[in-house]
């Protein structure tokens, strides 16, 4: 073992938990020796080009990890700086419902109003959260808010995390211009001046206390070589902090639980992904949304009573055509008015189940088994079905759905949108619903019963190991999940110091 892979504190991830709390434990201790290490390449804005064909290899599988029964298509980014490096940068404040909820059942005690909103405060000044000017709001916003509002349903702003940004909209293939204030542009370089290394296309394989497992894969062209030989490496450290996400935490867990003699039944378990439906209608006229900020406004009118949101969104060509439903020739009419495209984002709260999980095969690969429940198909149908009247009170004059009786809904369909757009046409199988906000697989708690670490992160069984990433989260947060990982991760950071 040499010398040089030993260290104070190991991070494993940089995304937006792992590069939050290295920052913050650095402010406690500037002098501890810590090691970044991430299975994905060393990409910056310099390497960002705008095209899809290009930057969806930011991506795992290219932008839809697919769930076992094949329902769901996950989006999570492998590379330096996590999904914040594709992120949209729309910021949410945990509700006080859920953080009520956590504190009460799963023990986490440290989230007092004091905590959270000062936390927060620091936090969204630190990563210029800001509501946008209304001149930034595209055709597609303001369509949605003259929608929305006629039917009588408040439409709110939404916040962002950018800094003189220079609205290309272009966020999910990586900000060129460094403008999204997520972990590549504020963390990272932050630490990397207090002296933490970094090791890329290193991805861990196993965990044991005090000790890492890593294969070092080919630097992929373009990008920065990496400063260790190809092949198997040992890191040792005194404290390991898995920060790899939804989709990789539990699996190194779950790989190493035999090495590490823990047989907690919660890993990986009462996941969340906060199911999505991105829809379209189409405009009579030519509308711009590749002017101002791709989404500005949002409804929570729905939340508390049929559990869902609505988010104004824009997409590129490709990820669009996949949104849309069906094949053929109504494909291909309906992508030749992309120019004219209205669209919706529904995100449907989901209980967290035991049964949903991530789980590994054979060869210790993330297997993501969930299956949607009963609940979410309404909410899910509901939503449709709101979005539906919001696109033709915005004057749509064609709308694209995933459960329908025919396709495209037009005007004269107006009147009977219940009937139309119902359960009994939702086939999951046939339906591009898709995530980009997994959590939990680790979740937080006092009870290792119920959790996989307690209430400061350490995981249950074990000496030196740590999580501070979105697999915290005991149930889903039910809003855009940045902001909740970075306070979870902030406190993972503080308790490690004291201790
Ligand atoms: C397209 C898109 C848009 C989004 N928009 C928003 C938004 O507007 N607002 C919002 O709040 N949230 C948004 N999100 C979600 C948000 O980005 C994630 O919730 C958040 O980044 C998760 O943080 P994390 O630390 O859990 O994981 P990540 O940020 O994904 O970081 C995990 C890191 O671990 C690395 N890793 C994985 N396995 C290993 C391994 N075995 N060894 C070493 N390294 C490993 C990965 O490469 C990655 O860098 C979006 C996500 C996507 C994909």
Redesign the pocket.
């Known amino acids: 073992m040499k010398k040089e892979l030993e260290f104070d504190v190991i991070v ?7 590069a939050t709390f290295t920052d913050y434990l650095l402010r406690k201790n500037p002098d501890l020796r810590i090691a970044i ?4 390449p060393y990409r910056t804005k310099e390497n960002f080009n705008q095209r899809e064909i290009d930057m969806t290899a930011m991506y795992y599988n290219r932008g839809a990890v697919l769930t076992k029964n094949l329902q769901i298509g996950i ?5 330096l ?4 490096a ?7 404040r945990p509700p006080e419902s859920v953080l009520k909820n956590w504190r009460h059942t799963f023990g986490m005690d440290f989230l007092t109003e004091t905590f959270v909103n000062e936390s927060l405060d620091e936090i969204e000044k630190e990563i210029s959260v800001h509501e946008l000017p209304e001149s930034w709001d595209n055709d597609n916003n303001k369509l949605f808010r003259k929608g929305a509002e006629a039917l009588g349903y408040p439409v709110k702003r939404l916040k962002i995390n950018t800094k003189d940004c220079q609205q290309q909209g272009f966020c ?1 293939l990586g900000c060129t211009t460094g403008a999204k204030q997520g972990t590549l542009e504020v963390q990272l370089p932050k630490v990397t001046q207090k002296g933490v290394r970094f090791f890329c296309n ?3 394989i196993s965990v044991e206390e005090n000790k890492l497992n890593v294969v070092v894969s080919p630097t992929p062209e373009g990008t920065k070589v990496n400063n260790l030989k190809e092949g198997k490496h040992i890191f040792k450290a005194e404290k390991i902090v898995l ?4 989709l ?1 935490t539990p699996a ?1 867990l779950l790989r190493s639980a035999k090495k590490l003699r823990i047989n907690n039944k919660n890993i990986g378990r009462y996941i969340t992904l906060h199911p999505a439906f991105n829809i379209n209608g189409i405009q009579p006229e030519p509308i711009k949304n590749y002017r101002g900020f791709p989404k500005t406004v949002y409804s929570d009118h729905f939340s508390d009573t049929d559990d869902f949101y609505l988010e104004t969104s824009f997409y590129f060509p490709g990820v669009t055509a996949k949104n849309n439903p069906g094949y053929g020739d109504l494909h291909q009419e309906i992508m030749k008015d992309y120019h004219k495209m209205m669209s919706i984002l529904i995100l449907a709260h989901d209980k967290a189940e035991y049964k949903n999980r991530i789980t590994i095969d054979k060869k210790g690969n993330s297997i993501i088994d969930y299956t949607v429940s009963e609940k979410s198909k309404i909410a899910l149908v509901k939503a449709l079905q709101e979005a539906t009247k919001i696109f033709f009170s915005a004057g749509c004059k064609k709308i694209m759905l995933p459960a329908a009786k025919h396709l495209p809904l037009t005007p004269t369909d107006e009147n009977n949108i219940e009937e139309l757009v119902s359960l009994k046409y939702l086939n999951l199988f046939k339906t591009p619903l898709s995530s ?2 997994p959590q939990g697989g680790a979740r937080m708690g006092k009870d290792k019963t119920t959790a996989v670490c307690d209430q400061n992160g350490k995981v249950f069984g074990t000496r030196s190991i740590y999580i501070s ?3 915290l989260f005991p149930t889903s947060v039910k809003v ?4 909740t ?1 970075m306070l979870l991760a902030k406190h993972v950071a503080e308790e490690i110091y004291e201790e």
């Open positions: 494993v991830g940089s995304g937006v938990g792992g290490v991430e299975s994905g989006s999570a980014a492998n590379t700086g996590g999904s914040s594709v992120y949209t940068g729309v910021s949410f999910n290193t991805k861990v920060a790899a996400g939804v990789n190194i980009a906000h990433d979105a697999s855009n999940p940045y902001e990982i």
